[in-house]
């Protein structure tokens, strides 16, 4: 994944546009994920003309990547989860934000907040499909005002067999530290699971 994301930085830059700064934060101990280089592209493509849309005025764009295990606690107190070991990329912005009454509604086909002719309200629906055809999880975090943070969740393989890790119990979990703060009490906003 931090190949993926690090081959196609400039790119992103240039779809963002001169005002819109793009950091790219990879964690260089990832784990390994099984996914289609052409259709993650897709997905970062589409994440940051949204975000572009989201910060008419300029902003910052911040892409990570990180290791991560959801165990059966978290997954107890956050129905968008599944039980499992993940490689997760976070794509965050500091736009407008999205409106609680909007949320649950963003993935969908030709949903769009844009004017008439100003978006085909397929971005994120095309980001939900690519996911889903990973077995993945999306995540969204979004506060009007404060900017907006996807975070997708990726199977990860096992280095030593090449399998997709199975979901574990036991062992306490891990998520990033933003998503921590609010594990006990986040509002599902977006999940999908195939």
Not at 122 to 147: A, C, D, F, R, Y
Request: with cysteine; aromatic share 6%.
């Amino acid at each position: 994944m931090n190949g993926i994301v690090s081959g196609l930085v400039k790119m992103l830059r240039q779809v963002a546009g001169e005002r819109i700064a793009v950091e790219f934060v990879p964690d260089p101990r990832i784990e390994t994920a099984c996914v289609d280089s052409a259709q993650m592209e897709q997905v970062l493509v589409n994440l940051t003309a949204n975000a572009r849309d989201a910060m008419p005025d300029g902003g910052r764009i911040v892409i990570e990547t990180r290791s991560a295990h959801l165990d059966e606690e978290l997954c107890k107190h956050n129905p968008w989860a599944t039980q499992g070991h993940y490689v997760m990329l976070s794509f965050s912005d500091t736009g407008t934000g999205i409106p609680s009454e909007l949320r649950e509604r963003i993935f969908e086909p030709f949903f769009s907040t844009k004017e008439v002719g100003k978006g085909t309200g397929l971005g994120l629906s095309t980001v939900h499909g690519i996911v889903m055809q990973h077995e993945g999880l999306v995540h969204v975090e979004s506060k009007p005002g404060h900017g907006t943070s996807f975070f997708i969740y990726l199977p990860a393989v096992l280095r030593e067999t090449g399998l997709h890790a199975a979901p574990s119990t036991g062992a306490r979990g891990s998520l990033p530290e933003k998503e921590e703060k609010r594990a006990g009490d986040v509002e599902a906003l977006t999940m999908s699971r195939v």
